[in-house]
C-alpha cells in the first residue's frame, strides 16, 4: 500500500497550488479520500474530504471557498486545488484513505509554504 503525495512548494500570498496523491496497492474507489495538514509547531488540522461513493465533499471553515478536492478512481488519485493562499496555510499537507471496515493508510506528506 502507497500513498505518495506531490505537488508542494513555495508560493507567495494570493498564489496557487494544486496538491495530488498517487494511490496504490489498495481498491482506491472503496476509500474515502481526505486531506490533513500539520502547521510548524501545531498539531493535525483535517482540511477536506471526498467519501468513497456519491461524490460527498467537506470543508474545514478555514479553506472553504478557496480549496477543491477532486478524485480520479481511474487515475487511483486524489487532488487539493489551492486557491488563494495564505501564510496561514504554511503545512505539511497529508494524504489519508480510510475504509468502511477501518483500514486506515497515510501518506509521507508534502509540504507547502506560503511567503512572499
Known amino acids: 500500500v502507497q500513498l505518495v503525495e506531490s505537488g508542494g512548494g513555495l508560493v507567495q500570498p494570493g498564489g496557487s497550488l494544486r496538491l495530488s496523491c498517487a494511490a496504490s496497492?489498495?481498491?482506491?474507489?472503496?476509500?474515502?479520500m481526505t486531506w490533513v495538514r500539520q502547521a510548524p509547531g501545531k498539531g493535525l488540522e483535517w482540511v477536506s474530504v471526498f467519501n468513497s461513493g456519491g461524490g460527498i465533499t467537506s470543508y474545514a471553515d478555514s479553506v472553504k471557498g478557496r480549496f477543491t478536492i477532486s478524485r480520479d478512481n481511474a487515475k487511483n488519485t486524489v487532488y487539493l486545488q489551492m486557491t488563494s493562499l495564505k501564510p496561514e496555510d504554511t503545512a505539511v499537507y497529508y494524504c489519508?484513505?480510510?475504509?468502511?471496515?477501518?483500514?486506515?493508510?497515510w501518506g509521507k506528506g508534502t509540504q507547502v509554504t506560503v511567503s512572499s
Open positions: 489519508n484513505a480510510r475504509s468502511p471496515w477501518g483500514a486506515d493508510y
Open positions: 496497492g489498495f481498491t482506491f474507489s472503496s476509500y474515502a
